[in-house]
């Protein structure tokens, strides 16, 4: 009978022992892989780099991005036509999505009452979720030939296939996710602060405007700048409507040619013209940089953001 | 001035109100011009059949390459996130790491989620370039994975960290380790959330058209193995309409239909199947 009892107690013991090594063993491992997402990262940097190092060795880095000349069979490879254009459609789309989501966020966060805002949320998820080629085919059946009769009312000739397409596409594409970040953000203050001034007397959008948007403006900022960068790296759609000439736009309606689609578009050809696909990593590589940069800074004062309001 | 001020209330109220309206037609107008250009060109032959001789003229034969391979570029890619996903997600909750390590690595994550589908794709092309593997269904595959495995994890992330401390107390002070409460309790309680990650997940990778486009490559034929190319839905679509013959651009019109069918179905879904599975756990 003791013997039997002692037998139990170390077979417990060994299986405890075996039990806690298990849960060691998982811990170190876990922590490996969350160890090897950071290493990920910084490779994904590194491998461009490093395709991207064979022309910056023959031209500087300055010359690459501020020449406007492209031409790969001279081994002209000056960015400046593809960073003019990510510019400018980034920068319009945002001119012409910023207001409308800016209001329509103050919509569903102060004004919509909740059965209206829960049905609205996963609409705008919807919108989210759409798949950038349909926006683009979309883009190339709807928005373009509106902006031919847009563009030939105005005088121009164009061919709709332009700048204008191009960030009316991204507008669009960013839309849901500024919405959703800005809402967020707008519920996050706290209902005293809005108590308190309409408790003063205040109409409810000199509320919102004098305190709401007031005190979350920073999160607003990084829902704007998390829109930009969306934008800015935002592929397929813009490729398909922007007219993808390389020269730095002229007008609204003129086509112009961003980053993504430059790449895009050249891989088939790039292994057989020197330092060809050296120039398009590189500007992969700029892309990387440039989208992550405004990617962290937009998180960090978000995180800042949630930590003031708690 | 009272006027003024409520005139004021009025207009602003009025612009939010449009805004909002024209943001969701925009919706309504891409969802009824996808339905009804791509409804008459959608029928029986188109998906079941794969391209035949003149099909890029017009002639006969369907897209079936495309949806064939897209469902096993995203399927495969969602099982690869889920595997290694998974894992990371538990690994960011402060049972296992320290919370700066957790802090800095979720938003390392989001950073990753931000970064565009055409960078993974070029870093992918390195990849193989460097490796000397051409395009096929496994470069896809390991470069849609990398696209949808940030948002997984973040994902699931989020969930798992829902889940309420004393449960895991309880499970703890019954004698199981950390890591058999993860799996016994904190999966079990996260499941729905999981699932639903897992299924958007699924209705992304199915949509991104950049991230395959050097890696997967295009071909006519359903795919046979990994290690060949392998045709998708939005190459598909991106390829068809920009040639100038009307019969060509049809598909395209039908090939977007489906797979904007596809990624409405899967959000409907996942919201749906969340919200049954979420019957079965605590609140």
């Known amino acids: ?227 930009f960068a969306r934008a800015a790296g935002e592929t397929m759609a813009v490729l398909m409507v922007v007219g993808n000439v390389p020269r730095v736009p002229s007008s609204l309606f003129a086509p112009a040619y961003p980053l993504p689609a430059l790449i895009a578009n050249n891989y088939g050809e790039m292994m057989s013209i020197p330092m060809y696909d050296s120039a398009l990593m590189m500007a992969a590589f700029v892309l990387l940089v440039v989208v992550a940069l405004f990617n962290l800074a937009a998180r960090l004062a978000l995180l800042r953001f949630a930590r003031d309001e708690q | 001035m009272n006027k003024r001020r409520q005139l004021e209330e009025r207009f602003f109220r009025l612009c939010m109100v449009l805004s909002l309206i024209l943001v969701l037609s925009v919706l309504v107008a891409i969802l009824l011009t996808v339905f009804v250009k791509g409804a008459p060109a959608l029928n029986l032959a188109m998906i079941t059949q794969t391209p035949k001789g003149g099909y890029y003229l017009g002639k006969e034969g369907g897209i079936a390459n495309a949806i064939v391979g897209s469902l096993c570029l995203a399927g495969g890619a969602t099982l690869l996130s889920l595997l290694a996903g998974l894992p990371l997600a538990f690994a960011l909750q402060r049972e296992y790491s320290k919370r700066r390590t957790a802090g800095v690595t979720r938003l390392v994550l989001d950073v990753l989620w931000g970064v565009p589908s055409i960078v993974y794709g070029a870093f992918g092309f390195v990849i193989m370039q460097y490796l000397g593997v051409r395009a096929s269904m496994l470069g896809g595959i390991l470069t849609l994975t990398l696209v949808i495995l940030p948002f997984m994890v973040r994902a699931m992330d989020e969930v798992i960290r829902m889940v309420p401390l004393e449960l895991k107390e309880i499970s703890y002070a019954a004698g199981a380790t950390v890591w058999e409460t993860s799996l016994a309790v904190v999966l079990r309680q996260a499941l729905p959330g999981i699932v639903t990650a897992v299924i958007l997940s699924f209705g992304r990778g199915i949509g991104d058209a950049a991230a395959i486009l050097f890696t997967a490559g295009y071909t006519d034929y359903l795919p046979r193995s990994v290690m060949d190319p392998v045709a998708s839905l939005p190459l598909a679509i991106f390829f068809q309409i920009a040639t100038p013959i009307p019969e060509v651009q049809q598909r395209a019109y039908a090939a977007a239909l489906l797979l904007l069918i596809i990624v409405l179905v899967v959000s409907l879904g996942s919201r749906v199947l969340g919200q049954r599975l979420a019957r079965n756990i605590l609140h």
């Open chain 1, 1 to 227: 009978m003791g013997r039997a009892w002692g037998e139990m107690g170390t077979r417990v013991i060994h299986s405890l022992r075996a039990r806690s090594r298990q849960d060691r063993v998982v811990a170190w491992v876990l922590r490996i892989a969350l160890a090897s997402v950071n290493v990920l990262t910084v490779l994904i940097a590194v491998g461009l780099l490093l395709k991207s190092m064979p022309i910056l060795r023959t031209q500087s880095l300055g010359k690459l991005l501020l020449s406007s000349t492209w031409k790969p069979l001279q081994s002209q490879f000056g960015l400046l036509p593809f960073l003019s254009g990510t510019i400018a459609t980034t920068v319009l789309a945002m001119l012409l999505a910023v207001p409308v989501c800016l209001l329509s966020a103050v919509y569903l966060a102060e004004y919509a009452r909740s059965r209206v805002r829960n049905w609205i949320a996963p609409v705008i998820d919807l919108l989210a979720g759409i798949p950038s080629v349909v926006y683009g085919l979309w883009g190339v059946l709807v928005i373009v030939p509106a902006v031919r009769v847009l563009g030939k009312a105005l005088g121009y000739s164009t061919t709709g296939y332009s700048l204008l397409a191009g960030a009316t596409i991204l507008g669009i594409m960013v839309a849901p996710i500024i919405i959703s970040i800005c809402t967020e953000v707008l519920r996050a203050v706290p209902t005293e602060a809005r108590e308190t001034a309409l408790a003063l007397g205040l109409t409810r959008w000199e509320v919102t405007r004098h305190v709401v948007l007031c005190s979350s403006r920073r999160g607003i900022l990084a829902a704007v700048v998390l829109g």
